[in-house]
């Protein structure tokens, strides 16, 4: 069992960064592909980042590749967002998922955090 906790979140203008943090208790982090999700208000969660045990292979939705970067410190038990060049359309919930699976579907994740909202300003 892991319990995962997300911070980070909070207001930003368009084009600036934020940096969430997702940080894992409980033992065998690296067993676990992690993932980030995030859902706007009125729409269904939707796949963002995810990165196997040592983010050499890692996945992103189209709407974020070049601007967002998922990493994780085994050492910490903890697992990055970093996300550049918000846009008003990032405005979401975001999520931390871990899982056993390397897939970009929600199914696929079994432990959630409670989530971060992030809100872009235009």
């Known amino acids: 069992q892991v319990q995962l906790v997300e911070s980070g979140g909070g207001l930003v203008q368009a084009g600036g960064s934020l940096r969430l943090s997702c940080v894992a208790s409980?033992?065998?982090?690296?067993?676990?592909?992690m993932a980030w999700f995030r859902q706007a208000p009125g729409k269904e969660r939707e796949f963002v980042a995810a990165?196997?045990?040592?983010?050499?292979?890692?996945d992103y939705a189209d709407s974020v590749k070049g601007r967002f970067t998922v990493s994780r410190d085994n050492a910490k038990n903890t697992v990055y967002l970093q996300m550049n060049s918000l846009k008003p359309e990032d405005t979401a919930v975001y999520y931390c998922a871990a899982g056993y699976l390397f897939l970009t579907s929600s199914t696929a994740y079994e432990h959630w955090g409670q989530g971060t909202q992030v809100t872009v300003s235009s």
């Open positions: 409980g033992r065998a982090f690296t067993s676990y592909f």
């Open positions: 990165t196997n045990w040592n983010s050499d292979t890692t």
